[in-house]
């Protein structure tokens, strides 16, 4: 963690760099030009950079800043007064009005420091981004496809837990703006939607998908009943997104009514426990969506070799929506992959390329 007494010159151009790319390329990536203003803003202010540096280890600064400011805003009317409300929109609920944010949003930073700096030392980026089960959905169909069993799905860092529930969701998935696929009972309280891109086709999907088993596994699973864990996992959603918020609160209401089996610690150390208590006789399925590039190098290959070691007894599948970058900090557009382990060998299958959130998938040829 950087040094509490600020950031040396080469620190500063670091933290100056990632939250211009952050305004460059991810934030007009994911339609959030609210953010893109922001970060360009904090990249010019050694204040806002030295107060963004403090976030834990592996942690995304920008995320980190903006979820904790928008964490503030909707704990209580007091934050919310603020004229900095209004340009979020599941606080005010209104449009946001059309002069700059960035002046009132590092006058809030500067006048509530201490409170933000509680917040990123000691909260993680944790999203759990429903939307991204419209890639688990033909992943999960494959695998229980070529396996002819229910599938035993554990997700890899979990979060809530809330994708551990995406045979419970509705799903359609557009190209050219025409439907071309549907899958779920349309009243479903949670709905998603893609984009096909590109000229690969959308995999066949399960008529209907067989779960008999579904475990998480997280460093700190979110506990949506606790109101100021719920308020985070809002705070991680970009200010524009206003239907994922909705969508969040609607996939906590599901998750109440079908609760899963969430386990608290590093997945490198839990993983062959939930493997032991997984049902025999169902496809192993691990997966991991933009989550495991948390977990350091070494609980990285110590998963893959307990998966590799469980394949000798049974087969192995691991889907992954992940761009398993060293530096957190680049950004690239994430792959989604099955990873199929056979006696204690290993083949990959790259399957399409994806927005970080689902919003779009584009199947490989």
Not at 96 to 105: I, L, N, S, T, V
Not at 308 to 326: G, I, K, Y
């Amino acid at each position: 963690m950087p040094p509490r007494d600020g950031l040396d010159a080469p620190n500063v151009a670091h933290y100056r760099d990632v939250f211009h790319r952050f305004a460059r390329v991810e934030a007009p990536d994911l339609a959030s030009p609210m953010y893109a203003e922001l970060a360009y803003g904090v990249s010019l202010n050694r204040d806002l950079l030295e107060l963004a540096a403090q976030k834990r280890r592996r942690q995304p600064a920008p995320n980190m800043l903006f979820a904790a400011v928008q964490y503030l805003l909707l704990s209580s009317a007091a934050y919310a007064e603020h004229p900095l409300s209004a340009h979020y929109p599941i606080v005010s609920g209104a449009d946001r009005p059309m002069e700059p944010a960035f002046p009132a949003f590092r006058e809030f930073c500067l006048d509530h420091r201490s409170e933000i700096l509680e917040l990123i030392r000691h909260r993680r980026t944790q999203t759990n981004v429903v939307r991204r089960c419209t890639c688990l959905l033909p992943a999960f169909s494959m695998v229980q496809a070529e396996s002819e069993r229910p599938l035993a799905l554990i997700d890899i860092g979990a979060s809530a837990g809330l994708n551990l529930n995406v045979d419970r969701y509705h799903y359609r998935y557009t190209r050219g703006g025409l439907q071309e696929a549907s899958w779920g009972s349309e009243q479903a309280r949670v709905s998603l939607e893609a984009e096909l891109r590109g000229s690969g086709a959308l995999p066949p999907l399960a008529d209907e998908l067989a779960i008999q088993f579904r475990g998480g596994i997280d460093l700190n699973p979110i506990d949506l009943t606790d109101e100021s864990e719920l308020r985070w996992l809002q705070a991680l959603i970009w200010p524009e997104h206003v239907e994922r918020h909705k969508r969040l609160i609607d996939g906590a209401a599901e998750l109440r009514q079908s609760p899963v089996d969430l386990r608290s610690g590093d997945a490198a150390e839990l993983l062959p426990q939930m493997i032991a208590d997984a049902p025999e006789d169902a496809a192993l399925t691990a997966y991991s969506t933009v989550a495991i590039y948390q977990i350091p190098a070494a609980g990285r290959q110590q998963i893959f070799e307990t998966l590799a070691e469980t394949s000798r007894d049974r087969p192995v599948w691991l889907v992954t929506l992940e761009h398993l970058l060293d530096d957190i900090d680049d950004v690239q557009v994430p792959s989604l992959a099955i990873t199929r382990f056979r006696d204690g060998a290993s083949s990959r299958q790259l399957l399409a390329r994806s927005s970080p959130h689902g919003w779009w998938i584009e199947w490989a040829a």
